[in-house]
């Protein structure tokens, strides 16, 4: 940090560094010496010229003034043992300067750097000059605020070289998870020592793992009570987080995302992954091309979804409305027959005819073949409600609910007699229709009058 003006020899520039630094906090240091001289002496004298920037700043500047000037040098002549050492001794300098930026970091947030250009925060404008996302650095920021704090054990492991920096945020994070209600300041040190010392021979999703279960070993009376503490809670937020959502893109493909919880998740993949296994896939392809079963994973993983989909049992299907929630495939007897009309699911989605007659043999699907008149299922007084099969047929007549400008779809609404059961009516499709349960409700409600319209709808108008 000083260099001579005189004898050209450069004095132990860490030591006087540190002298210069004292000297400036206190002016009776100049008591002190440097090999044998007065440092203030020799500063008066001019033999020593001081660096003015800050211990931290010139090795910076120096560090990269000296990695500059080796992008150039070529690495030809290291053999492979110290190129090994080497990369290692690397990695461990990259966390030392790891923590010295978190260091800085925390103390530029102390400065409020940045605020007087009017950034709304040191950490965005952190974020700006050095083109990092705003996510990284507030993730940094808030890494370095936390190793200040209270895990100084962890930061001098930074700063040692022993330690990278996701270790030290999984272990950061692990502590700081330990429930304060069930464990003392004691505890909580042994749990930090531990994963330190494991972090010697664990990468970070190993330490990750270590620490949801690090009470288990430094304080097991209180760790099973938090273990399931903590499992219950993360499933019923999980749970709270599922979501499912699909799109059709009017080219003929669905497109979905999914969140469920990880139980699910891992049911899924099991399924599916068995549907795709190599030994079911070469018997379902017996015959076939060998080249047309060597798909990628994530395409035999969808296929494999597909047929998932396809292949449930009827008798598996939930309910809804009265019948499985099945999809019913509608053809003409020409289609089945081989014609090249198209058909349609009650949905009113249109699929080829190939496809349609393929899907007539899956289980779990309905196929209704129509010849050139529909034919009327009438099970005149023999029961009370509708069955399967009648409301599968109300379903592709009606579509949906038949009050006017509803459209709540067939599989939510109820089957309703035109003529009341109770008054003689009989329970067919011929005299029975679709309704949802508000205007089910309504046409049993006798303050409104049921009138119907041209197209078939029923149009409800309260009495006056």
Partial sequence: MFETSRCGKRTDGSRLGHDREAL????????????????????????????????????????????????????WSMGAAETASTLVELTRLRSQVAELELRVARHATSCEVGLDRGATSTTNWWAHHTRMTRTEAHRLAKLAERLGDAHETVRIALTAGGLRTDQAAVIVDAVDALPTDLVDAGVVARAEKHLLDAAADHDAKGLRILGRRILDVVAPE????????????????????????????????CHGRFTIPTLHGHMLRKHLMAIAAPKHQAAKAAGEPVASRELASRHRMGLAFCEYVETRRADTVVHAGGVPATVVVTMSLETLLGGLASASLDTGTRLSASEARRLACRAGIIPVVLGGQSQVLDLGRKCRFHTEPQRVALALRDGGCTAEDCDWPPGMCHAHHDVAWHRGGDTDVKTGRLLCPKHHAIAHDPRYAANPTANGKLRFIKRT
Wanted: proline fraction near 4%; charge should be negative; glycine fraction near 10%.
């Fill in 24 to 75: 400036v906090e206190n002016p009776d240091f100049g008591a002190r010496t440097v090999s044998g001289r007065c440092l203030a002496g020799l500063m008066s004298e001019g033999v020593l010229t001081p660096d003015p920037r800050h211990r931290v700043a010139a090795f910076v500047a120096s560090a990269r003034a000296g990695a500059g000037e080796l992008s150039e040098v070529s690495l």
């Fill in 222 to 253: 209180v760790g099973e009570a938090h273990e399931a503490r903590l499992l219950e809670a993360e499933e019923a937020k999980a749970r709270a987080a599922a979501s499912f959502s699909m799109v059709e893109d009017g080219y003929g493909t």
